[in-house]
């Protein structure tokens, strides 16, 4: 059963910085890219970033490329995303999804409707002065 564990969100400072976690199981993490997801107040499910599945190639939203950073440790099981310079705007349900075929090509999952992926429960991450 794939299992994915998200963590480390929290209540930031405008202009603060969080690390969010998500523990992988269940599959061959390694083989599989990996993306992260938000999901503001009355919104909809949006992409934020995804990378390779050996970590080489990664992809951001223009609204957070020079401000969030993703990466993945495959012996750890575990893909990341730091989060930088953190605006009131970036308050949302973080999840962590996986690709649904693996060694697929980043771009088609960048192109995957958000809610078509298989997420986590989510990190809250809140952004408030």
């Known amino acids: 059963e794939v299992q994915l564990v998200e963590s480390g969100g929290g209540l930031v400072q405008p202009g603060g910085s969080l690390r969010l976690s998500c523990e992988a199981s269940?599959?061959?993490?390694?083989?599989?890219?990996m993306s992260w997801l938000r999901q503001a107040p009355g919104k909809e499910l949006e992409w934020v970033s995804s990378?390779?599945?050996?970590?080489?190639?990664?992809n951001s939203a223009d609204s957070v490329k020079a401000r969030f950073s993703i990466s993945r440790d495959n012996a750890k099981n575990t893909l990341y995303l730091q989060l930088n310079s953190l605006k009131t705007e970036d308050t949302a349900m973080y999840y962590c999804?996986?690709?649904?075929?693996?060694?697929?090509?980043?771009?088609?999952?960048?192109?995957?409707?958000?809610?078509?992926?298989?997420r986590g429960q989510g990190t809250q991450v809140t952004v408030s002065s």
């Open positions: 999804a996986k690709d649904p075929k693996p060694y697929g090509p980043l771009s088609a999952l960048i192109a995957a409707p958000p809610g078509s992926l298989v």
């Open positions: 269940g599959f061959i993490f390694s083989t599989y890219a």
């Open positions: 990378i390779s599945n050996g970590g080489a190639v990664t």
